[in-house]
């Protein structure tokens, strides 16, 4: 935490399983864990890491010095890996180095308090009598070696004080982590500008104000989060700029203070992960302030041979969108410095994230973003498209069932049915809703904010004793319906209509 906060080896580790992680592995995370994918993984790291240090010890008191060699040679090794990150500083070789270092010389300490082994005893008498070593076992069974107990409890009791001591400084981490406080009290400090053009109140009507219904506006802390990123990147506005280069006529470096002297635009828009699932959560909605991506392209002048822009983030992550996205004067694509009326939350973010409507995240929801790169999508690929994800991915037509929740008791008699649905740039005109095997009934949409929002919507429901499937599909403005098919996440976004069983009692 004092020389290098992004490269502990913990992190280190764990952003090299992620980035190794086949999609599969991706995805079971993603079902167990939900948003918690990246607490599992380092829980996991802490466990394997538990088993791996019992068995170097067993190998450094059977083998001396084998298990101290192996601490440090792995050290070295995640040290070495976490320079090649892309958000590595000058020092981020060094906790890793320093933690095989330790681990070693701890390690030798605590195995040279353990009784000599009789093996070892065996093999020098042997030698010295100048015949074999027989293989036995340690001696600290009782009548062993005098002092052999003695040798033991210090054994532990230092084992114990050395426990301790990790366990201190892994608190003391967390503890410097929570209470470095510099880049989110720079963002309490920000003031953003005044949108030159503001987007419109929600209307009164977009809220059902129904119990266990999703609001239609996200709160910034209850909104989704899914990143590659295990450490939050920390990055002051006064650090921040966004290159924009590739295959245009000019480049431009943006800065912070530039950025929020441009005229800046409110829109609402709702995102979601091509992670999620029919009916989950990774989804939410919110009112963004940002600057239109189209105007700074309009600046830079893409070539007539551009179709991709690759954006990068400052962790090393990256999202290929197409470019007539971006230049398209009906989408509001932005790049992003507010979020809900306040600057962007650190870990959705902070300083400035990229925000486009009607495209999955992994294609178009850069975050902590520092550079545009202008290109062609048979020239570049991004981090996903090169895990097996397909290379544009549209947000695709779904409904959501909340209420009832999901194993819910209802009791018998008069409740209601009530969800979300969404198709961005088109919008919604319908939700149909069936119970078991009955008819299609249409349920009631609250006001959409905008076709690039999801919506609400109810329905009344008798609900009468015993268990019940309930369904719900939804149809575009353009007379879409959304399609029966499964399909799961991979390569391009889950299918299928939301089913709920209620128990009604």
Request: glycine fraction near 10%; aromatic fraction near 6%.
């Amino acid at each position: 935490m004092l020389a290098a906060p992004a490269s502990s080896p913990f992190a280190v580790v764990g952003g090299i399983l992620i980035d190794l992680a086949p999609p599969w592995a991706k995805e079971t995370a993603i079902a167990l864990f939900g948003t918690g994918d990246k607490a599992a993984l380092l829980v996991g790291i802490g466990i394997v890491l538990l088993a791996a240090s019992g068995l170097i010890g067993a190998l450094e008191h059977r083998r001396s010095p084998l298990g101290a060699v192996t601490f440090g040679l792995l050290g070295f090794a995640v040290g070495i890996a976490a320079t090649s990150r892309a958000d590595a500083g000058v020092w981020a070789w060094l906790p890793s180095i320093a933690a095989g270092v330790v681990a070693a010389v701890v390690v030798r300490w605590l195995t040279g308090l353990l009784p000599e082994r009789s093996d070892q005893t065996d093999a020098k008498d042997a030698t010295d009598a100048g015949r074999p070593a027989s293989r036995g076992v340690a001696s600290a069974a009782p009548g062993g070696p005098a002092g052999t107990g003695i040798d033991r409890r210090r054994f532990f009791l230092w084992t114990g004080v050395m426990a301790a001591a990790g366990l201190a400084a892994a608190v003391g981490g967390a503890a410097l982590r929570a209470g470095s406080q510099a880049v989110s009290v720079v963002r309490r400090a920000i003031v953003l500008p005044t949108p030159a053009v503001a987007a419109a109140a929600a209307p009164a009507g977009a809220e059902l104000s129904i119990a266990g219904l999703a609001p239609v506006v996200t709160p910034n802390a209850d909104f989704y989060r899914i990143d590659t990123a295990l450490v939050v990147p920390q990055i002051d506005p006064a650090t921040w700029s966004l290159r924009i280069h590739g295959l245009v006529e000019r480049e431009l470096v943006l800065t912070w203070d530039e950025l929020l002297a441009l005229p800046l635009e409110e829109s609402w828009t709702t995102l979601t992960c091509v992670s999620n699932e029919v009916g989950g959560d990774l989804i939410g909605n919110a009112l963004w302030l940002g600057y239109p991506l189209r105007h700074l392209l309009d600046r830079v002048n893409p070539t007539a041979d551009a179709d991709m822009v690759l954006s990068r983030s400052i962790d090393g992550f990256t999202a290929g969108t197409p470019l007539e996205v971006l230049r398209d004067d009906g989408v509001a694509a932005i790049l992003a410095v507010g979020m809900n009326g306040e600057p962007l939350p650190v870990e959705h973010g902070f300083p400035v994230r990229m925000v486009v409507p009607g495209l999955y995240g992994y294609v178009s929801a850069t975050k902590w973003v520092t550079e545009l790169e202008v290109t062609r999508f048979d020239q570049a690929s991004a981090y996903w498209t090169d895990r097996g994800w397909s290379e544009r991915g549209p947000i695709k037509l779904e409904s959501r069932i909340d209420v009832p929740r999901a194993g819910a008791s209802v009791p018998a008699g008069d409740t209601v049915i009530a969800g979300v649905a969404w198709q961005q740039h088109v919008g919604v005109a319908g939700v149909e809703v069936q119970v078991d095997d009955g008819a299609w009934r249409p349920a009631t949409l609250a006001t959409a904010i905008s076709d690039d929002t999801w919506v609400q919507w109810s329905i009344p429901w008798t609900a009468e004793a015993g268990r019940h499937t309930v369904r719900c599909r939804a149809t575009s403005a353009t007379g879409e319906v959304q399609t029966e098919r499964t399909a799961p996440v991979v390569p391009d976004g889950a299918t299928g209509w939301h089913t709920r069983e209620v128990s009604v009692a």
